[in-house]
């Protein structure tokens, strides 16, 4: 939403988020393909062959499966639009939604595979064009005053489609008309724990929205729905953290080593300053980003988001110890009790606040959850391969976090000026970098060598070599 042009609702954010919910439910019906191919690429990589194989044999099932789900959606939708919508929308912005999802999916498989090969500008690169894409044709279609929620629809479905043909063509090595149900078996004995861990997540992440939908109207599902966009901000980061880190930490796995384990835990710890250095960047500066870039009806975002960043700021132990549980194959069905126990916990806390409180109950409901579950997670990934990890310097940058959001809603309340606001804030972040060094998490030398690095890395992609 652009303030300038004053397009856009809380309404019109409500919808699209219950139009991707509908879309996206398709993913129980993928399941969990994408994972197997992920963990099985480091198995078939030195046979192009098999490799090609196992992806152009998964491809085939989620192209089959997207045109079973598109006519399941053609026979449902009367259902649907009056459940959710009071009559309100056509299909074709559910199709629409889903098309979008369903390339999503094949995009996910195919830039995994890109950062397996390590092979990260070409990951940047796509991701820069999609993003630049998207930002575009949305800026085009609000201010034609053609479109409202529709926009948030199409722009992703455009982006999506360049990015599908891009990877398809960077990918075509991997490609070839080929089926084989032995391959699709062992994609299946690896990922059909994430199948019903897949039901369950997509349960709890729009439980809450289904609740505000039915209580309070689109409206509050719209302000629910901008603080998790916000939070976009940090789960690109998180996921760009990932998809880099993983291959790297498969290979520490596989080696197996007191030296191997030890390395792991300290890149893990830099991990989380990393991402919680980000989350605070987002934090604090997210009522400067809210007043500038979106109207009135929106500004209460300021007091939630904060709050729903920790839904991803507790999700970097999840992360962390994903590979720990994960790496051997016959241990993912540790995701089915880990994601019961979630979406048990976000049930609860959703129906015990959410009447009470409404969206701001619903944010509190988010970061109970998360704050158990992911640690309970981080514990048993531990226990599951031992590592190396200080934990007492995880507990101080989980403190500082703590203390820093305080630190912000008393901003929030005082309501300074501008400027010295902004200041204050600055030093906050400083504070945060200047007792992580003391504490030996990481050094300024470190921190100066990315960023040289990333700044000569940006100079070769704009001039070219010296």
């Not at 455009?158 to 994609?187: C, H, P, R, W």
Request: contains cysteine.
């Amino acid at each position: 939403t652009l303030k300038a042009l004053d397009v856009g609702s809380t309404k019109d954010y409500g919808t699209v988020s219950l139009i991707v919910m509908i879309s996206s439910f398709s993913s129980m019906f993928y399941l969990g393909v994408h994972n197997s191919l992920f963990r099985y690429f480091f198995k078939y990589k030195d046979d192009i062959e098999k490799l090609k194989m196992m992806l152009s044999t998964n491809i085939v099932f989620v192209f089959i499966v997207s045109v079973f789900y598109s006519i399941l959606l053609v026979l449902v939708f009367p259902l649907l639009n009056t459940f959710f919508f009071k009559d309100g929308i056509s299909i074709i912005w559910v199709m629409v939604s889903f098309f979008t999802f369903a390339l999503q999916y094949v995009n996910l498989i195919n830039q995994s595979f890109i950062q397996n090969s390590h092979e990260g500008k070409r990951w940047l690169f796509n991701e820069m064009v999609y993003t630049a894409i998207q930002v575009t044709l949305m800026i085009i279609l609000v201010t034609t005053r053609t479109f409202t929620f529709e926009a948030l629809i199409l722009a992703p479905f455009v982006a999506e489609t360049v990015k599908f043909l891009m990877l398809i063509t960077q990918q075509k090595k991997y490609y070839g008309l080929a089926f084989n149900f032995d391959y699709l078996k062992e994609s299946f004995a690896y990922s059909w724990p994430l199948v019903p861990t897949t039901l369950i997540g997509f349960v709890y992440s729009y439980f809450d929205r289904i609740m505000l939908s039915n209580m309070y109207g689109l409206a509050q599902v719209g302000i629910l729905d901008m603080s998790s966009r916000i939070g976009l901000i940090l789960k690109m980061s998180i996921d760009g953290i990932a998809g880099a880190t993983s291959p790297l930490t498969i290979d520490l796995l596989k080696e197996n080593s007191k030296t191997s384990l030890k390395r792991l835990a300290e890149i893990n710890l830099k991990i989380i300053f990393a991402v919680f250095l980000t989350a605070l960047s987002a934090m604090l500066f997210t009522k400067e980003v809210v007043l500038l870039l979106t109207t009135k009806p929106f500004h209460s975002v300021i007091f939630i988001t904060p709050i729903y960043l920790y839904y991803h700021i507790f999700g970097v132990l999840g992360m962390l110890s994903y590979w720990l549980i994960y790496y051997q194959p016959q241990k993912t069905y540790y995701a089915i009790p880990l994601n019961l126990l979630f979406l048990c916990l976000s049930t609860v806390s959703n129906v015990i606040l959410i009447p009470r409180y409404g969206t701001s109950g619903a944010v509190f409901a988010v970061f109970i959850s998360a704050a158990i579950s992911q640690t309970i997670q981080f514990i048993i990934g531990l226990k599951s391969t031992p590592i190396p990890m200080d934990l007492r310097k995880v507990g101080m940058m989980f403190c500082m976090m703590f203390l820093m959001t305080g630190g912000l809603y008393l901003l929030l309340y005082l309501d300074l000026d501008l400027w010295m606001d902004i200041a204050l804030k600055i030093a906050m972040l400083l504070l945060f970098v200047h007792i992580s060094t003391i504490s030996n998490v990481v050094s300024y030398k470190e921190m100066g060598e990315v960023f040289f690095d990333l700044k000569n890395k940006l100079y070769v992609k704009i001039f070219g070599e010296h």
